[in-house]
């Protein structure tokens, strides 16, 4: 029997898959959904160029759902298809997800792991840094011309420049309002993602089995104790059974196979028809980063770069400058609200695992989230020196969209929180030897983009619970 299952392959599961496989004396299986390639020599080119984001209507390598929700869906997740941002976030946000879960969350509990984990090539040697992480990170230093010009417009406007947006302490960690460069995880031109620093390293262990297009449809459970999972490879099923079972499939498909499988909201399952394992909150608090996009004509040329090269923080406000051109002639400045009010809702119309799982993000129900875009986006046109408006409510839900950063459908905190799904190691309140160990758990949004909080989550769970 193996010792560690391990449903998901993305950001998260490889982490956790690499750090477990490290003791010769367990046995790790993990299962992807998409395609897990066994080599780097194997995969599509464009996934390892940072400047490629293989999103698009034809893509196969990505999860679609309702709303235009997508994530990766193959070895290293969205960490296989995203921008190589790879900021922390600020301290503020762990004290507040400490007083949620406990003190294993606090900034300085975490930061450790932030450290043991980068090998940041600009700003190592400094105090709250590392040198001999797996992760390489770096900032350009011969960016475009439209990332430039941002920066020189935001210097003008009179914000402070913040070199390193990764500091431990100072404007970088507290988001004090500031431009600066992104830190990106990247290697000599390539993506470094997670599949990348971790998993295919580790690939070659004869205790760490790696198998693709595997979709698990349903916990198997003894009681109130998970034993192994059933599973979908083209026609074929099965079951697999092993000692300790760890989600990693992400906000939407962890928390789709809880309820699933019995772990969810009682009204939801009742209308499911799935038997009631244990009543939980799963999918009913999570959150999101709403995002204006402010477009206007540019005719010069689309510059090959990573999508995002500098970004400006005001508040819980980020603006981000993409380099592509999304629509030919025209380029965009996200306004993104990095702590809203309003909160979504995940659930499911179907227990069919072939029936997406949908998300009503619920964006802008508040005023104070209104009225914070608005705010963003007559700055973003002061900057730009170009009128924008009026900026009412009808233009903000005309121009609307997503991060693309879902988190907290099986949030973390302690069983008598009406919130929480999970404990603060990632165990399922209620059921044995289940943990989720990805963005589903994360009880507070997140001050800046979510894939450094991804992998720290996954290697601080590794090594707190040895799961």
Known sequence: MTSTLIVGAGSAGCVLAARLSADPARSVLVFEAGPAYRTMGQLPTELLDPGHL???????????YPGNLVRGKLIGGSGSINGSYFIRPPATDFAVWSAVAGPRWSFESV????????????????????????????????????????AERCAAAGFTEIPDLNEPTGPGANHTDGYGPVPLAVSRGHRAGPAFTHLYPAMERPNLTVTGDTMVT???????????????RGRERGRTYADQTVLCA??????????????????????????????????????????????????????????????????????????????????????????????GELTLVSADPAVPAQVDQRYLRGERDRARLRDGVALTADLLGRRIGPIDDAWLYANLGTSQHL??????????????????????????????????????????????????????IADYTGV
């Open 54 to 64: 293989p999103v698009g209507p034809d893509s196969r390598v990505v999860w679609r």
């Open 111 to 150: 930061l450790p792991f932030f450290c043991d984990l980068e090998h940041d090539l600009d700003f190592g040697s400094s105090p709250g840094h590392g040198v001999a992480g797996p992760i390489p990170i770096s900032r350009t230093s011969d960016c475009t011309a439209f990332s430039a010009e941002f």
């Open 218 to 232: 349903r916990l198997l459970l003894r009681g109130t104790r998970v034993i192994g999972v059933e599973w979908a």
């Open 250 to 343: 992400g906000a939407v498909e962890s928390a789709a196979l809880l309820i699933r499988s019995g772990i969810g909201p009682e009204p939801l399952l009742r209308s499911l028809g799935v038997p009631i394992v244990r009543p939980a909150p799963v999918g009913a608090w999570c959150t999101d980063h709403p995002e204006i996009g402010v477009e206007f004509p540019d005719h010069g040329p689309a510059e090959p770069a990573v999508p995002l090269e500098y970004v400006l923080e005001i508040g819980d406000l980020e603006l981000r400058p993409y380099t592509p051109m999304f629509t030919p002639g025209l380029r965009r400045i996200g306004v993104a609200l990095m702590h809203p009010e309003s909160t």
């Open 407 to 460: 988190s907290g459908t099986c949030r973390m905190g302690p069983a008598h929180d009406e919130r929480a799904v999970v404990d603060e190691q990632g165990r399922v309140h209620g059921i044995e030897a289940l943990t989720v160990a990805d963005l589903s758990v994360v009880p507070v949004p997140l001050g800046r983009g979510p894939q450094a909080t991804t992998v720290m989550l996954a290697a601080a």
